[in-house]
């Protein structure tokens, strides 16, 4: 069993821990702040730490660096799978590999519009690889230099140009950093084809002498940073876990931690493109891809669509989640066409809906999720298998319900069951109202067909009191 595939199942592991977590228990406010942290105790701190994070639910992840050179083909043969693996699996000698650095030229590179692109996208923050399982640093680091500025022709500080734009437009900006695998260093986790078995590497030197302060240098040198993404814990035991969080927390204590450092981060971070079947009481974030890599392949044009990406982050909003959702430059810096128009389309929903989104809660009801495919079919995780329902899905503020429809629903549409009255209710896009009858202790929504926008349409419905009281009157 492949350390990767370990390793899915310890992440797969947390979350039938937390799909345990029924519906009424999940968090109140819009702020979701856990009642105790992913280790136990109450930590008014790390709630402190997350009110940005439940804010801004929808983020740009940025995977890039050498890895766009071949793109996904090495000496004329297309590699398969995601592309910033293609050193590990080409088998690419490390000397060969490093080779790509003096090609690295990004001339079209511009911080700016990248920034521009996550702000017309509707995303709220966004995380950068700034080293990742190649050894290649995407910022001027002292501790190695085998880094953007140092090794290669193109000599600019990529984070730092990016630091500046994100400061100047206040978008927060948080760097991922493979803390464990390193395939460029001798000791480093994961290049067995160079440099042997992890088992028989001095992996605390490479810790000491490369990551730890690397991560000082990003934590110390590029203004605040909102969060770490630590990623693929090989051999990150409790006390090497902990030595990072020292180093986080002493450095800047409001940077949040992801779920991948090998021990409790700030947050839980699912498996990739894996959105739970439910409410989920912790903070928790689903990083996913547009395509099926993460960096750049030329080959690779099987997009999502904006619909599937709305859906995807209403769902997983109304799970009480966040969706960092990720690009992959080329090589000369320009984050391909298709993955750009995407990503506007869904801003575009998202400045006419954006209010049932940011800062939104988790739905309060649940049977809209889905339901076990009972027959006593489990799925991969040993779970009752769910039977995903995808008609329509609400998140809420105090005092007001926002439900999403993604298909005609049926009309009159039924409210869920619950006590408080429906003061009124109308489409978020313009204001229209829409006529609501009782009968028989239920609600129904005279909902116009067709819905206004096949994306999503967005019908707010007013109540008595703040949260949902559930049951019939
Ligand atoms: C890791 C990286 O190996 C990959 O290159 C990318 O950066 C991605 C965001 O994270 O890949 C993983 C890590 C964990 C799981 C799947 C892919 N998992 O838990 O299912």
């Given amino acids: ?17 937390r799909a345990a977590v029924s519906v ?3 968090p109140s406010t ?11 105790q109450a930590d008014p701190a790390r709630a402190e730490r997350l009110a940005w994070f439940h804010q801004a639910k929808y983020g740009l992840f940025i995977h890039w660096g050498l890895y766009a050179i071949p793109a996904g083909e090495w000496k004329g043969k297309r590699i398969p799978g ?31 519009e990248w920034v521009q692109l996550a702000k017309d996208a509707g995303m709220k923050y ?55 695998q390193d395939w460029h260093d001798p000791n480093g986790a994961g290049n067995s084809w160079d440099f042997g078995p992890n088992d028989k590497k001095d992996f605390d030197k490479y810790l000491r002498e490369k990551a730890e302060p690397q991560v000082r240098e990003l934590l110390t040198e590029y203004g605040p ?45 699912t498996g990739d493109n894996v959105i739970p079947p439910d409410v989920q009481s912790d903070a928790w974030e689903v990083p996913a891809t547009t395509n099926h890599t993460w960096g750049y392949k030329t080959y690779d044009h099987d997009w999502k669509s904006p619909g599937q990406i709305t859906f995807k982050l209403v769902d ?18 320009v984050i391909p066409r298709p993955s750009q128009d995407l990503l506007r389309a869904v801003g575009g929903w998202l400045k006419v809906n954006g209010e049932a989104v940011y800062g939104a809660g988790p739905t309060p009801f649940g049977d809209e999720l889905g339901e076990p495919s009972g027959k006593g079919a489990k799925d991969l995780r040993g779970q009752p298998l769910m039977l995903a329902r995808t008609e329509w899905r609400v998140t809420t503020k105090p005092g007001k319900l926002y439900f999403m429809f993604f ?54 419905v007013e109540i008595d009191g703040d949260r949902v009281i559930k049951g019939t009157n």
């Fill in 225 to 269: 940073v909102a969060l770490v993404w630590f990623d693929t814990p090989q051999m990150m035991d409790a006390a090497r876990a902990q030595r990072f969080t020292d180093i986080v927390r002493s450095l800047q204590p409001k940077t949040l931690i992801d779920g991948r450092l090998g021990a409790a981060g700030d947050y839980v971070t």
């Fill in 407 to 460: 298909v005609e629903p049926r009309a009159p549409f039924e409210l869920p069951a619950m006590k408080n009255t429906v003061k009124r209710a109308y489409r978020l896009a313009d204001g229209a109202a829409i006529d609501t009858k009782v009968d028989g202790g239920r609600t129904y929504l005279n909902i116009e067909r067709p819905i206004l926008d096949p994306m999503a349409t967005v019908i707010v």
């Fill in 82 to 112: 995601i592309g910033e693996w293609i050193m590990n699996r080409a088998r690419i000698p490390v000397g060969e590999y490093e080779q790509l650095a003096k090609q690295f030229n990004p001339v079209k590179f511009n911080a700016e």
């Fill in 316 to 333: 997983i909003v109304s799970k009480g989640g966040n969706y960092l959702l990720n690009v992959g430059p080329m090589a000369d810096g």
């Fill in 24 to 26: 009424e228990q999940a």
């Fill in 1 to 17: 069993m492949t350390a990767r595939v370990a390793w899915i199942a310890a992440i797969v592991g947390i979350f039938c821990l």
């Fill in 30 to 40: 819009s702020s979701g702040q856990a009642r105790s942290t992913s280790s136990g």
């Fill in 126 to 180: 966004i995380v950068i690889t700034s080293k990742h399982h190649d050894g290649f640093a995407l910022y001027g680091s002292k501790v190695s230099k085998y880094n953007i500025v140092d090794a290669t022709p193109f000599k600019r500080d990529a984070l730092k140009e990016l630091a500046a734009a994100c400061a100047k437009h206040n978008m927060p900006l948080g760097f991922y950093y493979s803390q464990a």
